[in-house]
C-alpha cells in the first residue's frame, strides 16, 4: 500500500513517562495513534486516534530513530557552492550517515574531542514512503518533510579522503521535531537566536523528486530512509554552551544544545 501524508497534517514520536508512541500535532495536543511504530504508519496509514495528550507534557523524540539509510546531498545551493568556492555539480553529490548518528530535539549535539571546528548545517530532509528503484516520478515515493542538522567536523572533512568520520560522529543527524505532509518552502538556522541561514528551496541545484529519482539509480530507497538535501550558505562552527535551531515552514522548529565530549 501506498501513503503520502496528507498536507498540513503532522505526526512525531512522543513519550510520556515509559509510554512511547506515535502521534499527530494538532494546535497544542498530540492525538495518540494507533500504531506500532512510525514506520508502520509509513506503510499502511496513521490509522485511529487513541486518547489525547497535552503536547507540552510530552517529550518529543526523533520521528525516526532508526532508517536503514540516511542519504546526504552535498553542494546543492548555488548560495553554498559560492561560499565553498566550489564547482557547480552535474549530478548530485551524495554521501552518507550513520543511522546511530541521530538524536532528537533537545538532545545534545556532541562535539568530539579530536575535531576542532565542528559545524551546523541547516537543511530539509526528505522521508522514504515507498521503495524506490530505478524510479522516474520521485515525488511518489516521498511519505513526508523534516528538518535535519547535518553536524559536521569541518577539520577533519578537510583532511580525510573519505567524508564518513566528519559526518558520521554519533549526535551528528540531530532529526525532527516532526514529518510534515507539506512541502516546506524555506529553510532558516539560528545559532543562539541569531539568524545564520535563511534561503528558500529554490536555491537548490536539484529538487525533491531529482534527489530521489538519481539516488534510486545507485540504491534502493526503503520505507523510512531520509535524505538530507543540502544546506544553504552561512555555515559556521558551533562550541560548548551554544544552542542551534533548524526551521522549516510548516514542519517547525528543531532545536539542540552543543556540549564538548
Known sequence: MSHQLESGRRIG??????HVFAGEVVGEKVLELDAGCMTEIILDGTGKS?????LKGLRTMAPIDRPTKIVCIGLNYRGHIAEMKAATPQVPLIFSKPSSAIIGPGEAIVRPRVSARVDYEGELALVIGTRA??????????????????????DLQKTDPDWTRAKGFDTFAPVGPYIAGNAPTRVVTRLNGRTVQDCPLSDRVFDDAELVEYI???MTLEPGDMIATGTPS???????????????????????????G
Open 13 to 18: 514520536k512522543f513519550a510520556s513517562g515509559k
Open 50 to 54: 487513541v486518547r489525547e495528550h497535552a
Open 133 to 154: 528503484s530505478h524510479t522516474e516520478d520521485g515525488g511518489r515515493h516521498i511519505f513526508g518533510y523534516t528538518c535535519i542538522n547535518d553536524v559536521t567536523a569541518r
Open 216 to 218: 534510486s539509480t545507485v
Open 234 to 260: 552561512g555555515i559556521s562552527p558551533m562550541k560548548a554552551g551554544d544552542v542551534v535551531e533548524v526551521e522549516l515552514d510548516g514542519i517547525g522548529c528543531l532545536r539542540n544544545p552543543v556540549v564538548d
